[in-house]
């Protein structure tokens, strides 16, 4: 009996680690709507067409309810886009997540996101476009860009 408690000890805790393992580690955090605050003004994120995050080495993805709140987070913390620090942003058709460089961004007031920040993100080019036009914006074709847009802001 001693023995089987042991066993069934042991693949307990095997298979409590493989289940920790198995989370996306480095990979964009999961975001529960209207449960997760924004780590920048701490609203809870509700519309997740306009949420990003970023990670830098050794530490968890901070997760943002407006690109604007990640942008100024960035700044503060003195990060820049590129190098290690990772970056992910919801596609604003589809709501799934563009990492790094596969954004483009489209800038304009009339844009209401949740922090007033006016940006959004899409993976394909032709759609950010579509949403310049419908929006009377701009499109911003890389994170580097926007980040440099913003600072001169």
């Given at each position: 009996?001693?023995?089987w408690i042991r066993e069934w000890t042991a693949i307990?805790?095997?298979a409590l680690l493989a289940a920790g393992c198995s989370?996306?580690?480095g990979g964009?955090?999961?975001i529960v709507a209207d449960?997760?605050?924004c780590s920048h003004c701490t609203m809870l994120v509700s519309e997740m067409a306009y949420a990003a995050a970023y990670?830098?080495?050794g530490a968890d993805a901070r997760v943002f309810d407006d690109i604007g709140?990640?942008?100024?987070a960035m700044r503060r913390a003195g990060l820049r886009a590129g190098g290690d620090t990772r970056l992910w942003f919801h596609d604003a058709g589809d709501r799934e997540w563009i990492e790094n460089g596969g954004a483009v961004f489209v800038r304009s007031s009339e844009i209401r996101t949740p922090m007033g920040g006016g940006i959004v993100a899409y993976r394909d080019a032709k759609r950010a476009e579509e949403a310049a036009a419908r929006f009377h914006g701009d499109v911003v074709p890389s994170i580097a860009e926007l980040v440099?847009?913003?600072?001169?802001?």
């Open positions: 009996m001693a023995i307990t805790v095997c989370a996306r580690v964009p955090p999961d449960r997760t605050a990670q830098v080495p709140c990640m942008l100024e440099a847009v913003k600072g001169e802001q």
